[in-house]
């Protein structure tokens, strides 16, 4: 049971002594994603309630599935723009179709990660590099900013880029469209939630701030003169919907499901790993994976849209005492009950408080610091941070994470296209070969050349392998007899540089120049053999170490 269903494993080993930690967690928790949920479905384009059932569904489903004793997932700020991006244009300004398309991305993204589980495709997290993520959380965190300012200032939304949003607001700014109470409201929230945070003791600060706004509204009368979310809609979430999603928009809806998929697993496994570290623990990542696919097609067929682990509600669960998942199954009864008995209190909110926590929590995710630490450490690497910066943020958000998945992979391409590379020797007082770069006193052997090349073999740098052993034998100070490849970092060889390998081999031959290789891995030379050219690298071509092959030079050649 426990590696199928390893939160019901850790829900029926339940310790009666965890209930009162797991009942406080819960009811703190349930305080902050009743605002969160409906602020993050504002983000994204949908109904308030639909942030609310995305909150409760999925804790229910995770306590089942979620290998993490205390990972709280729901809706997410990362997330609110791919999903505006994705559904808002096919649902041609339509909220109940908005609502069935979110409703169908979440369910796809689901059936995604669930297939992803049974096969085994958690290393996928692999390919977003933490350059890259902090670029794309960081123009994620600028894109859902600039988003919330309409709503913030009270005026229409003109929709678009971040650059297009931003001169709309210029334009609305100077022909004094701004509406005074939304913007009071609005820079009031934040003015509350920084001011708690900066409280020496824990103070709610965005419960604090939604409860004051809907006391001030309802109290003055404001609910018609201030733009609010409204009242709930009573009764459960209607799953009907659905089915009104056409074929082509499912088509249309499979790329943005297949970029969400992987940021918010990656997301999520990021979360999850660090805090079963805290505790001594491991998860495994196809288990969370698996639990975040169910989570999201349960909340897809139930009302919700896309959710993923959270970074901002988990820290509150487990700051007030959670010890097991149960915490959130208390925390999404609580928000139910709200539904239930006060639907009617939203009537009284206004739509810019809720635009104020999306843009207090876009800010808090924003992350400088690695950006200074990078620059200082890493050209390259800041040039990607910055380049997926930009794309998220000035391209499209979908877009953006193509180019951060397209920029890992040319990362890495380069890397191993153009390795570091080099001619060993020896060293006085110092045992084995090293790096000629680093110690241009070493001493070589006459007549030998022993090359260096760290990365595996494969189409993309057959030829600056084979360019690298041409310099050194065109370079050394004596006619070359042998040539030795320190061959521990070769750890993989295809075709294409296989053959490369054989062309080199031959024009070293015709030259009178021996190839051999020191410290190859087995694999690899399982792969020549395959490959059909052990008759051409024999078991004399193949030493255990540069040291070993150094002494078989010297006593071929009569040297000391």
Same mark, same amino acid.
């Given at each position: ?29 349930? /305080? ?13 384009g ?31 700020s ?9 559904v ?120 604090? /701030? ?13 609910? /018609? ?46 979360l ?30 139930? @009302? ?28 999404a009864?609580?928000?139910v ?20 926590v ?46 951060a998945? @397209? ?24 045992? @084995? ?18 090359a ?9 740098? @057959? ?37 490369d ?22 694999p690899?030379?399982?792969r ?33």
């Open positions: 049971m426990g590696s199928v269903l390893p939160g019901l494993k850790i829900v029926l080993d339940y310790r009666r002594s965890w209930l009162k930690s797991d009942l406080a967690a819960g009811a703190a928790l349930s /305080a902050a994603l009743i605002p969160a949920g409906m602020a993050y479905a504002a983000a994204a949908l109904p308030a309630v639909t942030g609310l059932y995305a909150s409760v569904i999925p804790l229910l489903v995770y306590a089942v599935f979620g290998p993490s004793r205390v990972l709280i997932v729901g809706p997410d990362s997330l609110a723009p791919m999903i505006a991006a994705a808002l244009p096919l649902a041609a300004a339509q909220s109940g179709h908005a609502v069935a398309l979110a409703g169908v991305l979440s369910l796809l993204i689901g059936v995604m990660l669930i297939v992803g589980r049974f096969l085994k495709l958690d290393f996928v997290t692999g390919l977003l590099s933490k350059p890259i993520r902090v670029g794309y959380l960081n123009g994620i965190a600028l894109v859902v900013m600039a988003s919330q300012l309409p709503r913030l200032l009270g005026v229409p939304a003109p929709g678009g880029s971040v650059a297009d949003t931003l001169a709309g607001m210029a334009r609305a700014l100077a022909r004094g469209a701004v509406h005074p109470l939304a913007l009071l409201f609005g820079v009031g929230t934040i003015a509350v939630i920084l001011g708690c945070r900066a409280l020496p003791w824990k103070v709610p600060g965005v419960l604090l /701030a939604v409860l004051a706004s809907m006391a001030v509204t309802a109290a003055a009368g404001l609910g /018609a003169a201030v733009p609010v979310v409204g009242a709930l809609p009573a009764g459960p979430p209607a799953t009907a919907a659905l089915a009104s999603v056409r074929p082509a928009e499912v088509l249309a809806l499979l790329g943005p499901a297949a970029g969400i998929a992987l940021i918010a697993f990656a997301d999520t496994s990021v999850s790993k660090s805090l079963a570290r805290r505790r001594g623990a491991h998860v495994n990542g196809n288990q969370e994976m698996g639990a975040l696919g169910f989570a999201n097609a349960a909340c897809g067929l139930f @009302g919700g849209f896309p959710v993923s682990g959270s970074a901002s509600r988990t820290p509150i669960a487990l700051e007030a005492g959670a010890r097991t998942p149960v915490s959130g199954v208390i925390a009864a609580l928000v009950l709200f539904m239930v008995a006060a639907p009617g209190v939203t009537a009284f909110l206004p739509s810019s408080t809720l635009a104020a999306v843009i207090v929590a876009a800010a808090s995710i924003i992350d400088v610091t690695t950006l200074v630490r990078l620059f200082r450490m890493s050209r390259t690497e800041t040039a990607l941070l910055l380049a997926t910066f930009l794309g998220v943020a000035f391209v499209g958000v979908l877009e953006g994470v193509v180019v998945i @397209g920029l890992s992979l040319i990362a890495f391409v380069l890397r191993a296209w153009d390795p570091y590379r080099t001619e060993l020797a020896s060293v006085d007082d110092m045992p @084995g070969y090293h790096d000629l770069n680093r110690h241009p006193d070493g001493h070589r052997v006459p007549g030998l050349v022993i260096r090349f760290d990365a595996p073999l494969f189409f993309a740098n @057959g030829a600056v392998f084979t360019d690298h052993i041409r310099t050194l034998v065109a370079r050394a100070p004596d006619p070359v007899r042998w040539v030795v490849v320190a061959s521990e970092a070769i750890t993989d060889l295809d075709t294409t540089a296989l053959d390998l054989v062309e080199l081999d031959d024009e070293l031959a015709r030259s009178g120049i021996s190839l051999v290789f020191a410290e190859m891995k087995g690899i030379k399982d020549l053999i395959r490959f059909g050219v052990s008759s051409r690298f024999g078991p004399d071509h193949f030493f255990p170490t540069v040291h070993n092959a150094v002494r078989s030079y010297r006593r071929e050649f009569g040297l000391p």
